[in-house]
Structure formats: structure tokens, C-alpha cells
């Protein structure tokens, strides 16, 4: 059976974007799949959380991936940290990393922006160590939204690299992407993300996100409530492509082209059917909420598998690199 690998890191709740981006794969994908998800704490710690944050975030994030609809008993979900052979790994491929490879990575450039007086070397080489997380399970697969293509594309580069120098050894991971591969955030302006606080979160209430929503920014042309607009440049509609029936959509647009419906009504609309995809999802999460030993004793199950293969993986990439095992 081929595999998927994937990972979320635990800063902040899950969005809608992670949901469409990536989660809707996994879910789907871990039917057809063996299937690797990981709660990426190690990578988290680039921005420094506070250490009980830190904890909590992993169990909510997992929490999510759960109540979404990934199925521990057919997908192995683990945190990162429980299997130490991530790292040792990524210290091998930070060896067979040219400099300048990491120095074109985009996602490096935004995050430095974003934390100026974090620029720390975990950020340069967040790159290397994903790359160890995917290979370390010898994915064919990586179900993730757009913003990864470029860290996807490093680690066919690092395992051509691995594979020339030391003989045959991880197949070259592809990227899946879903019909949603970039959400952008509420602000209209750039991908929605736990960084840019412009995120519906996939725990809120309706209210909650109805009161998001009503700040949303819609099509600019729409100033009074007699504007008439253009669905096509309006945030809000590419919404109502990933929640609304067809025939919503088009009723949508054409009370929006001739102002017969009001970007409030719009929105309530978005919020109620958001809700039909939230509700279940916020009901699971409480209910493994109320049961922290079950949720515990999954993450745990799941390390222990992870660690069966990344072992397996290890033992043999310690003998074609040349690590020392005793004589
Ligand atoms: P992270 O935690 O930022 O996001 C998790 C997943 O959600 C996708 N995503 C989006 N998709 C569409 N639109 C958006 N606005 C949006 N925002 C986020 C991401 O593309 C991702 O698939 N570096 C990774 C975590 C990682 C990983 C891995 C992924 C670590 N190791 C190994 C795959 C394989 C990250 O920061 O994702």
C-alpha cells in the first residue's frame, strides 16, 4: 500500500484554511492511503510558544484533526516529538542541504518578517526538518495546501540528492493538493493563517463567526446596500464556493449583480452553511475533550507505530551514511 505523510503545527486553533488546504485529503486520502498525520510540535517551537501553551496547542490541534474526521484506527496520528528519529534525521539531510537552497525558501523570508527579534537558525532549517518527516515514513504522497509546494519541492531535490550519493533509498514525495489549495483570510488581502488573525476558526460558533464575518471585507463597489456588485471579486463568494449548493451560489450572485441581496444576507447565509461543516466537527471536539485518557492513549498508539517505521527507516540510513553502530 503507498503512503501519505502529512503535518500541522500546534500554534493557535485550526482554521478553515487547514481544513480545506489539507484536512478534507486526509481524510479522504486515508482510505486509500497508509496513512502518517503529525502534530508538529518541534517545528512550532521556531516561534517560541510558552512551554504550557505549547502542550495545550498540541492537544487541541489533535483534537481537531480527530474531530474532522481522520480515523484513528486507520491513520497513524502521533506528535513529532514522541519519535526522536525526526531529528536525527533532519541532522542528516542538514548535511546534504546547500545553504543557498534554503535561502530561496519564501516561507522563511514571511516568517522573518513576522518575528524580527526571533530570526533563530530553527526557522532557516524548518525546511530540512519536514523534509526528515515525510522521507522518515517513505511517503509517495503529501496532502497539503499551496503554501507548501515550495518545501515539497526541497524535499524531492534533498531525496534525489540522498539517492545519488548513498544509493536508492526514499521514494520522491508529490504533493496533493485539494480544490482549495490557497483560502484566502477574512481581511480579503492575503491566505488566511493563525499568524495574520484573519481566520475563521474551525471551533467558533456560529455567532462567533457570524460576528467575524460581518467585519469581512465584501466587493468595495458594494458601498450602500443598493450597489449593485460583482460576485466574481468578492471574498465572500469564493466562500460560498466551498460551502454553498450550487443553486445557493447562483442565487447568491444574482442578488448580488442586482442588488436584491445585501451583503449582510450574504454573510448570514455563508455563516449558516459554515455551521452545517463546524457544528459536527465543534460536537466531536467537545466530546473527545471530555475524555483527555482516550485522546492520550491514541497519540500514544500512534507513536509506537510511528517509531516501529521511522526506526526501520533509520537503521537503514545509518548504514549507507556511515554511523558508527559498534564493530
Ligand atoms: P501549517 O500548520 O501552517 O498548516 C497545516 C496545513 O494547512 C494548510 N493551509 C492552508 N491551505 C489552504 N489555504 C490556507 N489559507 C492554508 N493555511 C494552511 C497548509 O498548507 C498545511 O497543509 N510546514 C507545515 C507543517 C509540516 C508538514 C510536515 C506538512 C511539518 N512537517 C510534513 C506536510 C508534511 C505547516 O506549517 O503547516
Known amino acids: 500500500m503507498a503512503r501519505i505523510m502529512s503535518g500541522v503545527q500546534p500554534t493557535g486553533n485550526l482554521h478553515i484554511g487547514n481544513y480545506l488546504g489539507a484536512l478534507v485529503n486526509w481524510v479522504r486520502l486515508q482510505e486509500q492511503y497508509e496513512a502518517y498525520f503529525s502534530i508538529v510540535d518541534l517545528h512550532a517551537l521556531t516561534q517560541r510558544p510558552e512551554p504550557e501553551a505549547l502542550r495545550r496547542a498540541v492537544r487541541e490541534v489533535a483534537i481537531g484533526v480527530l474531530a474532522s474526521g481522520v480515523d484513528p484506527e486507520r491513520a497513524t496520528v502521533f506528535v513529532q516529538s514522541s519519535v526522536p528519529q525526526h531529528t536525527e534525521l533532519a541532522w542528516v539531510l542538514t548535511c546534504l542541504t546547500p545553504l543557498g537552497d534554503l535561502n530561496r525558501m519564501t516561507q522563511f523570508k514571511d516568517q522573518s518578517q513576522q518575528q524580527p527579534e526571533n530570526v533563530n537558525t530553527g526557522l532557516f532549517t524548518y525546511p530540512v526538518l519536514q523534509t526528515a518527516d515525510i522521507i522518515l515514513y517513505r511517503a509517495d504522497r503529501v496532502p497539503v ?6 518545501h515539497l519541492e526541497l524535499a524531492r531535490e534533498t531525496v534525489r540528492r540522498f ?48 460576528q467575524k464575518l460581518r467585519g469581512a471585507k465584501t466587493d468595495p463597489a458594494r458601498l450602500r446596500r443598493t450597489d449593485k456588485g460583482t460576485p466574481e471579486v468578492c471574498n465572500i463568494f469564493s466562500y460560498h464556493g466551498f460551502f454553498s449548493t450550487e443553486s ?24 449558516q452553511n459554515l455551521e452545517q461543516v ?50
Not at 145 to 150: C, F, L, S
Open 278 to 327: 463546524k457544528g459536527p466537527i465543534r460536537e466531536r471536539a467537545s466530546e473527545l475533550r471530555s475524555r483527555p485518557g482516550d485522546l492520550d492513549s491514541i497519540l500514544e498508539r500512534g507513536a509506537q507505530k510511528a517509531r516501529i517505521e521511522a526506526e526501520k527507516t533509520m537503521e537503514l540510513v545509518r548504514e549507507r551514511v556511515g554511523i558508527w553502530s559498534g564493530s
Open 163 to 210: 539517492n545519488h550519493i548513498y544509493g536508492d533509498t526514499f521514494p520522491e514525495p508529490q504533493v496533493v493538493k485539494s480544490a482549495a489549495p490557497r483560502v484566502m483570510g477574512l481581511d480579503g488581502e492575503s491566505k488566511m493563517s493563525k499568524s495574520r488573525n484573519n481566520e475563521i476558526g474551525l471551533f467558533e460558533t456560529e455567532a462567533e463567526t457570524m
Open 248 to 271: 445557493q451560489r447562483a442565487e447568491v450572485a444574482a442578488g448580488c449583480r442586482s442588488a436584491q441581496l445585501g451583503c449582510v444576507d450574504c454573510k448570514k447565509m455563508l455563516c
Open 145 to 150: 495546501g499551496e503554501d507548501q509546494e515550495q
